[in-house]
Antibody, heavy 117, light 106 residues
Framework: EVQLVESGGGLVQPGRSLKLSCAASGFTFSNYYMAWVRQAPKKGLEWVATISTSGSRTYYPDSVKGRFTISRDNAKSSLYLQMNSLKSEDTATYYC??????????WGQGVMVTVSS | EIVLTQSPTTTAASPGEKVTITCLAS?????MYWYQQKSGASPKLLIY???SLASGVPDRFSGSGSGTSYSLTINTMEAEDAATYYCQQWSSNPDTFGAGTKLELK
């Protein structure tokens, strides 16, 4: 059974940093592109980052480019999201997701990040 | 950035009724993806590559479309289908999602 379990969320002040983790199991992690998708409270879904199987290629939307860094450790079947210079508009539930066929075929339960002073 | 416009924003259907949700793209895309999100839960992939049913998804769900116009159809509404539905494209960077369609049980 595919499982994605996020951790590392919480309350952080504007301008500070936070690192999210996602532990994957039930599939060969190194064979899949992985991604982060977020959802602000009572809002829709927003893609945040994608990483290739080896980690050599990463992709971001303009809203987080230069502030967020996605990475992975295939030996640990783990995905990460380093978030720097956080803003109030980054407040959201962050989901770890597996990419397949161009979509997101499995999602974690999500982790809440609140950016507030 | 490709903008995806979903309609309707909200709708309600009775059990057994047919439901169609549309997703219009601001530019042509090669494929569309559809997700279901129930209250308090993570999104779930329903349809990939426009018309392929994801694993475990009931066959009352179907997808179709091409170019800038895509649709998700629920052939016969069931109570468990009450949820918010999102379309998504990855033909053009960045990946974008529609704003969602809330489907309620009548």
């Amino acid at each position: 059974e595919v499982q994605l379990v996020e951790s590392g969320g919480g309350l952080v002040q504007p301008g500070r940093s936070l690192k999210l983790s996602c532990a994957a199991s039930g599939f060969t992690f190194s064979n899949y592109y992985m991604a982060w998708v977020r959802q602000a409270p009572k809002k829709g879904l927003e893609w945040v980052a994608t990483i290739s199987t080896s980690g050599s290629r990463t992709y971001y939307p303009d809203s987080v480019k230069g502030r967020f860094t996605i990475s992975r450790d295939n030996a640990k079947s783990s995905l990460y999201l380093q978030m720097n210079s956080l803003k109030s508009e980054d407040t959201a539930t962050y989901y770890c997701a597996r990419r397949r066929h161009g979509g997101f075929d499995y999602w974690g339960q999500g982790v809440m990040v609140t950016v507030s002073s | 950035e490709i903008v995806l416009t979903q309609s309707p924003t909200t709708t309600a259907a009775s059990p057994g009724e047919k439901v169609t949700i549309t997703c219009l793209a601001s530019s042509s895309v090669s494929n569309m993806y559809w997700y279901q999100q129930k209250s308090g839960a993570s999104p779930k992939l329903l349809i990939y590559s426009t018309s392929s049913l994801a694993s475990g998804v009931p066959d009352r769900f179907s997808g179709s479309g091409s170019g800038t116009s895509y649709s998700l159809t629920i052939n016969t509404m069931e109570a468990e289908d009450a949820a918010t539905y999102y379309c998504q494209q990855w033909s053009s960077n960045p990946d974008t999602f529609g704003a969602g369609t809330k489907l309620e049980l009548k």
